[in-house]
């Protein structure tokens, strides 16, 4: 039996850290303003900019507050969480004292009368395929079991070095091509179509490109809608327009709205 709302507000990608003050204050006004006039919220991963273990938040006042802040929501709405590529390790005891539930990726969720296969987006990114192989990798039980067993320090030092790694390679790319580093970054139209048919699905919802849109697509004889979702940054005004935004979902149908504060 999948999960069935009549409303909800979808978000992703805020990317929360103490280095962005600005965002992290949208997303707790969010929480206490906007979140508790649907019935449901979904976040679709990538709420932190990285975790490296639910004991490290027991470490950071920043931490601390969001989690507090989102048990407050959870008294009001129902609240679920869907790993991203970022906090793929946010884990059981995390989970259990903000009062969210986990949903696998992909899931199936019915909003309004309708049904929505929901994921971070990630695993979309096919054309990417040396991420594909380190996601396997990182997403094995074991490789994750040993990873937090490492001092805590060393958990840290390896995720920064990852998310370094990460840029320096996406900038050597658009070097030599943005078109094929902007593909390379997205998702394929045969991923698409690939979950949305193993999901019965023909509404497919996700964040991770950062790139929100909405979309009508095919491929052979299959069509479905796309909504993007998008990233949020309030603290970085010379990357382009501040961002934050959510997906409502309701009886009217299915839009964007702007959580910028004007």
């Given at each position: ?7 909800a ?61 989102l ?15 970022r ?67 060393w ?63 095919h ?13 949020w ?30």
């Open positions: 039996m999948i999960p069935q709302h009549a409303s507000l979808l978000i992703s990608d805020l990317h929360l850290t103490p280095s962005m003050p600005l965002t992290a204050q949208r997303f707790f006004d969010f929480c206490e303003k906007d979140a508790p006039k649907v019935e449901t919220v979904l976040i679709l991963g990538d709420l932190f900019e990285y975790w490296v273990g639910d004991d490290a938040a027991l470490h950071s006042p920043f931490h601390q507050e969001v989690k507090n802040t048990a407050t929501l959870s008294t009001k709405v129902k609240t679920y969480y869907l790993h991203g590529n906090d793929f390790l946010v884990g059981k005891h995390f989970l259990s004292k903000t009062g969210m539930t986990l949903l696998p990726d992909p899931s199936k969720i019915n909003i309004a009368g309708s049904e929505y296969v929901l994921c971070h987006g990630d695993s979309l990114c096919t054309a990417d395929i040396s991420y594909q192989v380190f996601r396997s990798w990182v997403r094995k039980p074991w490789i994750q079991k040993l990873f937090l067993r490492m001092p805590l320090n958990r840290r030092s390896i995720a920064n070095h990852l998310r370094s790694n990460s840029s320096v390679q996406y900038q050597r790319s658009m070097q030599f091509s943005v078109e094929g580093a902007q593909a390379k970054t997205n998702v394929t139209l045969s991923a698409c179509a690939a979950v949305l048919k193993d999901q019965a699905g023909n509404q497919l919802i996700h964040g991770h490109t950062h790139r929100p849109k909405h979309h009508q697509e491929l052979q004889d299959q069509e479905w809608q796309r909504w993007v979702l998008s990233d940054d309030l603290d970085h005004p010379e990357s382009g327009r501040p961002r934050a935004s959510a997906l409502l979902i309701n009886q009217d149908g299915v839009r964007h709205t702007d959580l910028i504060k004007t």
